[in-house]
């Protein structure tokens, strides 16, 4: 339990850290966000848990691959926020669109034998 919780708060400090950073300067918070931070300490906590590498090998090739139709979502919501619509439907319309893709890529992976 101790171990989760320590993997939660160091988890939080750097997302904490990200947003605090863009604060102040917003190429800083935006190089610390895109840092693939998140999928690394998933890699290092599935490692330390299974010392299986085959699993992180196989994260790691599916998150590759899962990158691609999450960065809908870095595209559709700047554009609609500059045309005016407001915060809160553009994040939700951008979760729609960024779901509509992982279901596309999912398919597409399937379709050529890809795992992922």
Not at 37 to 60: G, H
Request: charged content about 10%.
């Amino acid at each position: 339990m101790i171990e989760q919780l320590a993997k939660v708060a160091l988890t939080s400090v750097l997302v904490v850290a990200a947003s605090e950073a863009a604060k102040r300067n917003i190429v800083l918070g935006a190089t610390l966000a895109s840092l693939p931070l998140t999928s690394l300490l998933a890699m290092i906590w599935l490692y330390a848990d299974t010392r299986d590498t085959e699993k992180v090998a196989a994260l790691a090739n599916g998150i590759f691959w899962l990158i691609l139709p999450s960065l809908t979502l870095l595209l559709v919501l700047p554009l609609l926020l500059r045309r005016g619509i407001a915060f809160v439907p553009s994040v939700a319309i951008s979760i729609a669109v960024t779901t509509a893709s992982y279901l596309a890529m999912r398919a597409l992976l399937k379709w050529f034998n890809i795992q992922a």
